[in-house]
């Protein structure tokens, strides 16, 4: 009976040998699995047709089986046309997982993507081939390295200009009527933000390559990656909101725990109701 | 004390003479309970315990002046740029030991009056606000003597040249509000809009050609005379403002230039012809107290003002639609020139900014 109890399995055993099992079991499927579809599909056309299944599947309920939208009996767009919209729009939309949305609301909100980025490209693909829109802008576009000092105050000038009423001056996002708002843009990739001022998306307005230059863009973005990087010196901020905002934070919160250490202070006693011996 | 409350109902009755309230006065409504028994703390009767406290004390004195020295130290030996936990380094530890600092002394000094500073009951009246009878006769008598003595009420031609004198004393203080002024004059009412001037992007100073402008776009713009404009013969035409002239003429002259599809736009009759193809101008100031806006919807083509909420509907000659502001947002009429370039076809026809007096 000593032998038996002493070799008495864990309680925990179960569950290691069904964790293996699923381990070993996934590892032999990943390693067999067939190869998807999608993954091999390189030149133009195959990319379309690739984008066109994916968008019939995952879009077309609320854009339209051609991407010609749909409009609800009030005359709302229930989903917008995309023909014209270019391949842009679809990179930010749902590379950014704010498209497909979960439901209509008043401001679709960014996630998780669902889709792969090759299968982003795919639907980008397909929506570019709907009608003439921008296309995904040129890796060099806005790529920030070597910029020089002079380009990210240049940026700066044109980010307290166009930026900040909506996305707050240290990029730190803000709220917009009706429950819609403006998103943070730190951690934002530099493509998602020049994507985002060449198509306007939701609510944001357009701001076209032909008005605000590309070189300009360049600037805005480097300077934003500069801003939102930057370390916060002065331990955490709020969104560097200002004086008041910052200052009502500190007077309630820390006089308040001065007042609760006062009070404290003067009510613990030292007396135990020891007797004088 | 007994003295104290015998004074104040003597005082009180005084005007009354009535019996019955005195004696109310006189009496409390319970019996004096006298102080609690003291009780000695465990540090006044365990010298071990005294010298416990002593040495905590200490310590806590001796670790604020070690904190001190660490930030002396903290700050000569870690540089500016360096980071710890994503904070600044050297401000995290500047804050640190010289707030830990500060904590210890302050907790040290809590600790040694509670444990070791002399424990006794005292027991301090209360003392009636007023001054004595006698003291408040003799100020009085005094006063009156002083009036008497300078003769104050008897020559009155010093008193009234006195009054005089300090009324005229007035008079400089309402003189210089005058250096509040000069008064705005015209400058209030104008821009420096005029018909012809080419709305360009703020910052580049790029002019716009209206086919330049997509649906949903917002430009921030400002008038070609602040920038450098280059002809198409290759000269360029100098900027026409400059220091403060320019910053107060730029904050005045701010425009957004917004587009719009032209079916959802409802121009006044009179203002049919003021978009160039549903592209629209509009003063960027707040007609309310004159925030810049420039937080535009484009699917609403509400413009919102972060400062008081004021909404306007830019479909809709900038109609408010919430808020605080009294009168719509100032348009401005566009056109297009030779070049194809948007520009103003005339200034604003009313003041831009804050409203005021005889406006809004």
Redesign the interface.
């Known amino acids: 009976m000593r032998f038996l109890s002493r070799h008495r399995r864990h309680p925990l055993a179960g569950f290691l040998v069904v964790l293996f099992g699923l381990l070993v079991a996934g590892s032999l499927y990943s390693a067999f699995r067939p190869a998807l579809a999608g993954e091999s599909a390189t030149s133009d056309t195959q990319l379309i047709a690739q984008g066109r299944k994916l968008f019939v599947v995952g879009c077309s309920s609320c854009h339209g089986l051609n991407g010609e939208g749909i409009m609800t009996k009030g005359g709302d767009n229930y989903g917008p046309p995309l023909i014209g919209v270019g391949a842009a729009a679809v990179d930010f939309q749902v590379g950014t997982g704010r498209m497909p949305a979960q439901r209509p609301d008043a401001q679709i909100p960014q996630k998780t993507p669902s889709y792969s980025p090759q299968e982003v490209r795919a639907l980008a693909a397909y929506v570019a081939s709907l009608g003439p829109g921008p296309p995904i802008p040129d890796p060099s576009k806005y790529n920030t390295s070597g910029m020089s000092n002079a380009d990210i105050v240049q940026g700066g000038q044109f980010f307290r200009t166009n930026c900040t009423a909506c996305h707050n001056f240290a990029g730190a996002g803000g709220a917009l009527p009706g429950g819609k708002y403006a998103p943070p843009l730190k951690g934002v990739l530099p493509r998602y933000l020049y994507e985002a001022m060449l198509t306007g998306p939701q609510q944001m307005p357009v701001f076209s390559d032909q008005v605000l230059k590309p070189a300009e863009k360049r600037d805005i973005i480097a300077y934003v990656t500069k801003l939102t990087n930057q370390t916060s010196y002065g331990g955490a901020e709020l969104g560097s909101r200002g004086p008041v905002g910052e200052g009502l934070w500190s007077w309630t919160a820390g006089i308040g725990a001065l007042v609760i250490a006062a009070i404290w202070i003067a009510n613990t006693g030292v007396r135990v109701g020891k007797k004088s011996s | 004390m007994s003295d104290e409350i015998s004074k104040r109902s003597t005082n009180g009755s005084a005007g009354t003479g009535d019996a019955s309230l005195l004696l109310r006065h006189d009496q409390e409504p319970l019996d004096n309970p006298g102080l609690p028994d003291h ?7 365990d010298t071990a315990l005294e010298r416990r406290a002593e040495r905590q004390v200490a310590t806590m004195f001796g670790l604020a002046a070690v904190l001190a020295l660490a930030f002396c130290v903290a700050y000569f030996a870690i540089g500016e740029d360096s ?1 710890f936990l ?3 380094a ?3 530890a500047l ?1 640190i030991t010289l707030g830990l600092a500060l904590l210890l002394i302050g907790l040290g000094a ?1 600790h040694w009056a ?2 070791l500073m002399v424990d006794q009951e005292i027991i301090e009246y209360r003392h009636s606000a007023a001054s004595t009878v006698e003291d408040r006769q003799e100020a009085i008598a005094a006063f009156k003597a002083g009036s008497e003595e300078s003769g104050f009420g008897r020559r009155k031609l010093i008193r009234n040249s006195l009054i005089g004198a300090l009324a005229m004393l007035g008079l400089p203080a309402v003189v210089l509000l005058r250096d509040l002024g000069p008064l705005p004059g015209a400058s209030l009412s104008g821009t420096v809009w005029r018909r012809g001037i080419r709305v360009v ?4 100073g ?1 002019p ?2 209206p ?10 713009a400002e008038p070609a005379v602040f920038f450098e404009q280059h002809q198409p013969n290759g000269t360029v035409i100098p900027a026409q403002y400059e220091g403060a002239r320019l910053q107060v003429e730029k904050g005045k002259a701010a425009v957004i230039l ?1 587009r719009i599809p032209p079916e959802d736009i409802t121009p006044y009759p009179q203002r049919q012809n003021w978009n160039v193809d549903g592209i629209l101008c509009y003063s960027k100031i707040c007609p309310h107290v004159g925030c ?9 083509h ?1 413009l ?1 003002c ?1 400062c008081h ?1 004021s ?1 306007f509907d830019l479909a809709d000659n900038g109609r408010v639609i ?1 808020g605080p502001s009294a009168r719509s947002l100032p348009q401005l009429p566009l056109g297009v020139d030779g070049g194809g370039y948007l520009i103003a076809m005339s200034g604003f026809l009313e003041p831009v900014g804050p409203s005021y007096w005889e406006q809004g």
């Open positions: 009780e000695p703390r465990p540090t006044d009767v980071q994503g904070f600044g050297s401000n995290l804050g809590i509670k444990k992007n703020d910052v580049a790029t716009i050609k086919s330049q402008v997509q649906i949903g776009q917002l430009v921030n917004v810049p806006i420039s937080l535009w919807e484009q699917q609403t509400h919102l972060p909420q909404t919430f």
